[in-house]
């Protein structure tokens, strides 16, 4: 049986034979406004000389629901032509009065993958939606895709929703269902242009990409089987993201892409991204993603650009050593300043001879502090501190004995049969796929719910402070300040006191004062911070922690939890916080089918060990060849091209 593809030749072979048939009795083409791309395709319906459109230009910009792909732009031979570099001068970005750049420059080589980096709050969420929505002068040609929301939730099967994502493919699949309905002379010329314009799509081979785009990103088949409304907020960011990689476009700008990603998922994406010929631009805490991905990377600070070539780790070396190399010059200028104007001092009105020289070194003085470097330092790490608990009960302050649980009598076992006890100087990672349980986990930890078998054991005198980032969402009464939130909860506190617990976590001035919904997701996360202090907790359960905060601040909480005396256990996606903080790994193991319960198991070694393990099964699953196969597609099209 011949592929779709050689049977979609055929068909362009045969439409072409009929075309000609057709012109060789009519005298001539059909229409003279045929090129290549499908922006001037000519269709008509009536008799002869009745033309007209037909194909308005197909879908753009920004697309429903915060998605953007932009597919307009020259016609194919000329995109095919021109550069897809992007070089812009001369950057003024405001938000509202707030000025984020001022004159900067963005320099993208087309194919080369880029770390943009900053302080949370310097603009960069900021610049990557004003190049998404063209706020910038991006060249036309150049097809740009952005995620910025969720999809929305609706009766459309989850690789239904990807393959529809690419607007000009379902575009070009609806003319040729028309035009092969249409027996007018020109049907078969504009029938031409459209199965040319799908092969270079690679339009068949679309739903084996979508499914593995899919797959790698954590939706089995069955999962790209259903409705995506049956999706939660964080697995509809994954479709949206599965779009994006779907769509193949020339700039892929991806904003904190990671926080919803297990660390399977997270794994495949960092290998796929690698592969990918085409340029990316993306912003996100997690370091080890940085060190995986980016070749260079794009410091945004006091409003300019700075480019360090070399993925983060390499790009901090850089800095430091440019920072060490700037201070030691002008500590020699700063010398070498008071020498002048000491000497300027003492001889400025004396003996002539002695007044002339002074003159001269006054000129000298002149010329130097014209010279002077600015020393570009960084700005101040946040120091962050947990007060020692009040008591730390004797090991093990938490037992755990033949537990199983579910949500409701007749939903499926999350886990059954679980033994173990926790310590008060435990340091536990727990990690495993999104959906295994995790957070269900903690929450059975914390007492927040109760087992459906087995019992959980806690010290009487053990107090737990949890951290659960749909808590820092929503938080009550965003009007109030974080001083009366700590109020509300600590009625007998003064407002001195709660500013000063503010204080040590960076809140300090009018952020202590003003409507928390003014306040950073970053800020608002370290009023919790702020509040687990309060609470003197001899264990402190953390749920995706990193989501809203810089990797400084990252590193601040890291040190804060290896200094606090009491237990920590953490869920995070974040591996190099992981890394820093745990010494103990727990791995979160769904059941291979709804009538098989999970695992909560220790891991036998470190998270390296664990990585490996996870690229050895994405191997076996053949999503890692995929994904090279895919990057090695997208390569030869564009050499062909």
Not at 35 to 64: H, K, M, Q, W, Y
Not at 337 to 350: P, S, T, V
Not at 366 to 393: G, H, K, N, T
Request: with cysteine; net charge neutral; hydrophobic share 40%.
């Amino acid at each position: 049986m011949p592929s779709k593809n050689n049977s979609r030749k055929f068909r362009v072979k045969q439409a072409q034979k009929e075309q000609n048939q057709v012109n060789a009795v009519n005298g001539g083409p059909a229409s003279e406004h045929l090129v290549n791309g499908i922006n001037a395709l000519t269709v008509g319906t009536g008799p002869p000389g009745d033309r007209r459109s037909l194909l308005p230009p197909p879908p753009s910009e920004p697309g429903e629901d915060g998605y953007f792909v932009e597919r307009t732009g020259p016609d194919a031979a000329t995109r095919r032509s021109a550069s897809l570099d992007i070089s812009i001068e001369g950057i003024n970005l405001m938000v509202g009065r707030r000025e984020l750049l001022a004159s900067a420059t963005l320099k993208l080589t087309y194919g080369r993958k880029y770390g943009l980096v900053g302080r949370n709050g310097e603009g960069k969420t900021q610049l990557l939606c004003a190049l998404a929505h063209r706020r910038l002068p991006v060249p036309s040609h150049i097809r740009i895709a952005h995620v910025e929301q969720e999809v929305q939730g609706d009766d459309t099967k989850v690789l239904d929703a990807v393959l529809q994502s690419d607007r000009e493919r379902e575009y070009l699949l609806y003319w040729e269902k028309r035009l092969l309905q249409d027996q007018s002379d020109w049907a078969g010329e504009a029938l031409m242009e459209v199965y040319e314009r799908l092969d270079e799509l690679d339009s068949d081979a679309a739903e084996t990409r979508a499914s593995m785009i899919l797959r790698g990103l954590g939706f089995t088949a069955e999962a790209q089987q259903r409705p995506t409304r049956e999706f939660s907020g964080g697995w509809r960011m994954r479709i949206r993201l599965a779009m994006a990689l779907f769509q193949q476009p020339d700039l892929l700008l991806l904003d904190e892409a990671n926080n919803h990603l297990d660390s399977v998922s997270l794994l495949w994406l960092a290998y796929f991204l690698r592969a990918w010929p085409r340029t990316v631009l993306m912003v996100s805490h997690d370091r080890w993603l940085l060190n995986e991905v980016a070749q260079d990377t794009i410091l945004l600070h006091r409003k300019r650009l700075v480019y360090y070539g070399g993925n983060y780790d390499s790009y901090l070396k850089t800095r430091a050593e440019q920072q060490r190399h700037a201070l030691a010059v002008a500590s020699s200028q700063q010398r070498r300043a008071a020498e002048l104007k000491n000497f300027i001092a003492r001889f400025g009105h004396g003996h002539k001879k002695m007044a002339r020289q002074a003159q001269s070194r006054m000129k000298m003085l002149q010329r130097l502090e014209s010279e002077m470097i600015e020393v570009d330092e960084d700005d101040p790490s946040l120091r962050i501190e947990f007060p020692a608990a009040e008591y730390l009960p004797p090991p093990p302050c938490i037992s755990v004995n033949n537990v199983g649980f579910r949500y409701s009598p007749d939903g499926p076992m999350l886990y059954r049969d679980l033994n173990f006890g926790l310590d008060c100087d435990s340091r536990v990672a727990i990690i495993g796929p999104n959906g295994a349980g995790k957070s269900t986990f903690l929450k059975l930890l914390a007492g927040e719910i109760v087992p459906t078998e087995g019992w959980i054991s806690r010290h009487p005198k053990l107090r737990i402070a949890t951290f659960a980032q749909h808590h820092v969402d929503s938080m009550e009464d965003l009007e109030r300040s974080a001083v009366d939130h700590i109020r509300s909860l600590w009625p007998t506190l003064e407002v001195a006191e709660c500013r000063a617990l503010l204080g040590r976590f960076g809140l300090s001035g009018s952020l202590a004062t003003m409507p928390m919904k003014l306040l950073s997701g970053g800020q608002k996360s370290r009023v919790q911070f702020a509040v687990m202090a309060a609470m003197r907790p001899s264990l402190m359960l953390f749920d995706e922690v990193t989501n809203h905060l810089d990797m400084q601040t990252i590193d601040s909480l890291a040190i804060a939890l290896n200094a606090f005396p009491g237990g920590v256990v953490l869920v995070t996606h974040d591996t190099r916080f992981l890394s820093l903080v745990a010494n103990e790994i727990w791995v979160v193991r769904p059941g291979k089918s709804p009538q098989e319960s999970g695992t909560v198991e220790v891991w036998n070694g470190d998270y390296d060990d664990y990585k490996a393990a996870i690229e050895r099964e994405l191997e076996e699953a053949g999503l890692l060849a995929a994904a090279k196969q895919e990057a090695a597609a997208l390569a030869l099209q564009r050499l062909s091209s």
